[in-house]
């Protein structure tokens, strides 16, 4: 069973900067896709960034240029690095993971596994 803990949430004010971590544990290796979604209240959940099987990225256009994803599969460890935040960055943010012929996707049907999520907070 893979097990997704994430990390490094806070409360920032906007241009600030936050630093998220998703650690994997169990059966995962750099084979499988990764990403990082948020939902803001009453809103949908939506992706942010994906990581595929050979290192390619999709990053969602709103956050293109501030958000940088990527991965060290020694540590078994998904980064997001935030920058430049505004308010519309806040929500909680989640790690998931996919295994199989998967892809860097930003919609989330593909992914098996989910972490419980950690809040982002933007203040103006």
């Known amino acids: 069973q893979i097990q997704l803990v994430e990390s490094g949430g806070g409360s920032v004010q906007a241009g600030g900067s936050l630093r998220l971590s998703c650690a994997a544990s169990?059966?995962?290796?750099?084979?499988?896709?990764m990403g990082w979604f948020r939902q803001a209240p009453g809103k949908q959940r939506e992706g942010v960034a994906a990581?595929?099987?050979?290192?390619?990225?999709n990053v969602l256009y709103s956050v293109l240029g501030r958000f940088t994803i990527s991965r060290d599969n020694a540590k078994n460890t998904l980064y997001l690095q935030m920058n430049n935040l505004v308010p519309e960055d806040t929500g909680m943010y989640y790690c998931?993971?996919?295994?199989?012929?998967?892809?860097?996707?930003?919609?989330?049907?593909?992914?098996?596994?989910w972490g419980r999520g950690t809040q982002v907070a933007v203040s103006s």
């Open positions: 990581i595929g099987r050979f290192g390619t990225t």
């Open positions: 998931a993971a996919a295994a199989g012929n998967c892809y860097a996707e930003l919609t989330d049907s593909q992914y098996n596994y």
């Open positions: 169990g059966y995962i290796d750099s084979t499988y896709c």
